[in-house]
Nanobody, 125 residues
Framework: QVQLVESGGGSVQAGGSLRLSCAAS????????MGWFRQNPGKQREGVAR????????VYADSVKGRFTISQDSAKKLLYLQMNSLKPEDTAMYYC??????????????????WGQGTQVTVSS
């Protein structure tokens, strides 16, 4: 099992920045990739960014390219999401996730096996 705990959410005005963190513990050696997802009530969970644990290769949703950056500190078992130029449409609950598989859709929620509890991000106009 892998446990994930997110932090760093909050409220910010449009154009501002936030950095989310995710602390991983447990059987982290079984994790091949990690990602950030977001979800609003009544809507599907949306993949935001993914990073491979070994190579650091990243993938981003078109909606956040150029504004968000996913990174990791493998030694500290931390995952980050730096969010710049935030927009009101970025408002959502943000989740950290980990996958035991190298394969599958990069930002497909069904291909991730472990999830954190989420941290709320609210962007006001």
């Amino acid at each position: 099992q892998v446990q994930l705990v997110e932090s760093g959410g909050g409220s910010v005005q449009a154009g501002g920045s936030l950095r989310l963190s995710c602390a991983a513990s447990g059987a982290t050696s079984s994790v091949y990739r990690m990602g950030w997802f977001r979800q609003n009530p009544g809507k599907q969970r949306e993949g935001v960014a993914r990073i491979y644990s070994s190579s650091g290769n990243t993938v981003y949703a078109d909606s956040v390219k150029g504004r968000f950056t996913i990174s990791q500190d493998s030694a500290k078992k931390l995952l980050y999401l730096q969010m710049n130029s935030l927009k009101p449409e970025d408002t959502a609950m943000y989740y950290c996730a980990a996958s035991r598989s190298m394969y599958g859709a990069p930002l497909g929620a069904d291909d991730y096996h472990y999830w954190g509890q989420g941290t709320q991000v609210t962007v006001s106009s």
